[in-house]
């Protein structure tokens, strides 16, 4: 069982940057880990997500060139570095757990979630 809190949400203006936190509770080193994303009246969509041995990773076209995902597995511990925030971001954010190996992207593929941290970008 793995709990996840997710950290580093905040106002921030346009163009500005964040990094979100996601500490988990249990060991994550062979855990695909996702970061999505839900704003207000939209569904939740997927952000990012990497492999157990940080090989790969995956962007949503939207955010790609500006977010990066990383993970310290010793530390149990996943980020999303923002870069070059838009108004657009601004949404409650997740950090998903998957207990395999493959990269997904769908969010009942992920077996674990945390409550999310605010992300709001002012213009």
């Known amino acids: 069982q793995v709990q996840l809190v997710e950290s580093g949400g905040g106002l921030v203006q346009a163009g500005g940057s964040l990094k979100l936190s996601c500490a988990a509770s249990g060991r994550i080193s062979m855990y695909t880990m996702g970061w999505f994303r839900q704003a207000p009246g939209k569904e939740r969509e997927f952000v990012a997500a990497?492999?157990?041995?940080?090989?790969?990773?995956d962007y949503a076209d939207s955010v790609k060139g500006r977010f990066t995902i990383s993970r310290d597995n010793a530390k149990n511990t996943v980020y999303l570095q923002m870069n070059s925030l838009k108004p657009e971001d601004t949404a409650l954010y997740y950090c998903?757990?998957?207990?395999?190996?493959?990269?997904?992207?769908?969010?009942?593929?992920?077996?674990?979630w945390g409550q999310g941290t605010q992300v709001t970008v002012s213009s």
């Open positions: 998903a757990a998957r207990g395999g190996l493959a990269i997904v992207r769908r969010e009942r593929e992920y077996d674990y």
């Open positions: 990497i492999s157990w041995n940080v090989i790969s990773t």
